[in-house]
């Protein structure tokens, strides 16, 4: 199995970080087969959505309503509201699958994959890229 | 690795269309591995539920609870509300990830593959399988 | 494709159950590949966080605001409410992909492998672990 760790700069706000570029340049020289997405953190996400047309901001808008950074949460070392930012990866993995063809992700026009990160406590995050051959 | 693209008609409303004998149609001659499915689109996504029982209306009442049609969203494109339809695939992911044993796919008795497409501007939709071969 | 199928007692509540050490020990012999874990029931699903510092409860908790337990749902067998657990694993999906390096799994430091079980009904339920090598 091909795998390889790239670090992403997410900076100190949540964000959705486009990585689709980093992901093909792993893929390109793998023939078929599947890639594998992960990002080894407990208070981040990996997301497939359209980016560039406000969809990203709005999946942050989305995270807010599903998950308020309010004092509902058990979990509270960080800063205040973080407990949710634990929650999220059970409702946006930290892990996505797609295929690969003749080195290029078949992802449809409009898809981006995304690095979900609404804890602005970490700058920076790892991201691992694996290939399991067809 | 075996992959097919199939068209699947969704029509002009909200709906979860159960894709389980399309899938299983595909992995039946496979032998073991994984079973990928992929929905090629960003307003689209994939659920294991059971269909027949009411779950599959419950669940686009649930999508319209946790991503209201309204005026919220950035993304103004297509229909009023249609911007949420651009977040759907970060909580309902637009691939699946299957057990093959033998060429069945090891679901539980309840448990189908569906496709799940809130947007109605679209009457047809692509679905791509994928089988890695264990 | 190494497929293994483990039994997992959730009792009579709705529960977060750790099962990473039962995926290691599945992975511990099988060098380089994806590990594949999936629960073959509708009213379940997988979802990789934090444990042991709350977020297991807060889990609970956030699967009680975006899915709560009224009346609201047309699949009406079981407790009052079990509606909404069929529609869970469209947003906690039934299953989880993850890297294994040398038979140990590539989880992030505060990461754990947990089967959310908001079905009081069922006491015991099946995990599947499957091992695709690289």
């Given at each position: ?59 942050l808008t989305a995270i807010d ?70």
């Amino acid at each position: 199995m091909h795998t390889e760790v790239i670090t992403v700069r997410t900076g100190t706000r949540p964000v959705v970080r486009d990585i689709t570029r980093e992901a093909a340049a792993f893929a390109e020289d793998k023939g078929d087969g599947l890639l594998h997405v992960f990002v080894p953190h407990a208070t981040a996400g990996v997301a497939i959505i359209e980016t560039g047309a406000g969809s990203d901001d709005d999946l942050l808008t989305a995270i807010d309503g599903v998950l308020p950074t309010d004092d509902r949460w058990r979990h509270r070392h960080g800063s205040p509201g973080h407990g949710r930012d634990h929650v999220l990866p059970a409702f946006v993995a930290p892990y996505a699958t797609l295929p690969v063809i003749s080195g290029r992700i078949a992802l449809g026009t409009w898809q981006s994959i995304c690095l979900v990160d609404p804890n602005g406590d970490n700058a920076t995050r790892q991201v691992r890229f694996s290939f399991l051959p067809g």
